[in-house]
């Protein structure tokens, strides 16, 4: 069965430092997102990405991301300069279409010392 | 801005009983999903509902949406211990892709 992978799955970074989160999501899907969580918080929904630009974003999702998909199967989340708060679990997600099911990855933990 | 509130946020329930979660949301909106989370894991897709009125049944878990209302069900029948998990309702209310989050409701069951 077609999977969302995400890689790391780890990511130990310092303060101020750029990361890149990849995930390969489901070839035929088309809609793509960012979530994060912080441990034991909600699911926050980050940015969504169709027809490769991004189609909303939440006010979390400042100037320090960006999203890329690089070519026809990588889709990359950016943190520029990292701060401590950006310590949390995040899920890469896609769909077929919009209001469609999201299948989720199994998401990289980002710790930020 | 869209507030999605569901409770409880805790529920201990005996094996063999049946229990509902409530997700009520804030705006107008069709879209209305259930996720599961094991602890550690990733999200699980349960129900999408998309229309008023929409039910949907899985093995011991039954979902509904009133659209009027601005609410959504997550009913468990007859409980067993593998449904232990938290469980988290979310609403689009865009075009867009955004969906909100409710805190997640962590279930457990004993025997």
């Known amino acids: 069965e077609p999977e969302v992978t995400q890689t790391p799955s780890h990511q130990v970074t310092q303060m101020g430092q750029e990361v890149i989160l990849r995930c390969v999501p489901i070839s035929n899907h088309l809609y793509f997102y960012w979530y994060r969580q912080i441990l034991g918080q909600k699911v926050e929904f980050l940015v969504s990405?169709?027809?490769?630009?991004?189609?909303?974003k939440s006010e979390i999702f400042d100037d320090q991301f960006s999203v890329e998909r690089p070519d026809g199967s990588n889709f990359t989340l950016k943190i520029r300069s990292t701060k401590l708060e950006d310590s949390a679990m995040y899920f890469c997600?896609?769909?077929?279409?919009?209001?469609?099911?999201?299948?989720f990855g199994p998401g990289t933990r980002l710790t930020v010392l | 801005e869209l507030k999605v509130e569901q409770n409880p946020l805790f529920l201990s329930m005996q094996e063999g009983k049946n229990y509902t979660i409530y997700c009520n949301y804030s705006?107008?909106?069709?879209?209305l999903y259930w996720y599961r989370q094991d602890p550690g894991k990733s999200l699980e897709s349960l129900f999408v509902l998309l229309s008023n009125g929409a039910v949907k049944q899985e093995g011991r878990l039954m979902a509904s949406l009133d659209t009027k209302a601005r609410l959504s069900t997550l009913h468990i029948t007859a409980a067993v211990h593998d449904l232990s998990a938290t469980y988290f309702c979310?609403?689009?209310?865009?075009?867009?892709?955004?969906?909100?989050f409710g805190d997640g409701t962590t279930l457990t069951v004993k025997p």
């Open positions: 990405f169709y027809n490769n630009e991004i189609s909303e």
């Open positions: 997600a896609s769909s077929e279409s919009l209001p469609d099911t999201q299948y």
């Open positions: 979310a609403v689009k209310n865009t075009n867009a892709g955004k969906s909100t």
């Open positions: 705006t107008t909106s069709d879209r």
